[in-house]
């Protein structure tokens, strides 16, 4: 495995959309409690964000040649 500005690319913008998606899927139970805490929306999508490069490193079909 090689790590390409290829590879980087494609795995930022999977770990963005991890990311994002965690956060946006945190924010009805947020509300649904009547106080949207901030801090734990961002920890838990800089969390996944995290996870998901981690991920990466096993592999990205995109990022092939």
């Known amino acids: 495995?090689?790590?390409s500005k290829k590879?980087?690319?494609c795995a930022?913008?999977?770990a963005v959309?991890?990311?994002a998606?965690?956060?946006v899927a945190m924010l009805p139970v947020a509300a649904?409690?009547?106080q949207v805490d901030w801090k734990m929306v961002i920890g838990t999508a800089a969390l996944a964000f995290v996870a998901s490069m981690l991920t990466?490193?096993?592999g990205i079909p995109e990022?092939?040649?």
Do not use: F, V
């Open 1 to 3: 495995m090689s790590m």
């Open 17 to 19: 959309k991890t990311a």
């Open 56 to 58: 990466s490193l096993a």
């Open 32 to 34: 649904a409690i009547n």
């Open 63 to 65: 990022a092939k040649d």
């Open 12 to 14: 930022a913008i999977r």
């Open 21 to 23: 998606q965690t956060a």
């Open 7 to 9: 590879w980087w690319k």
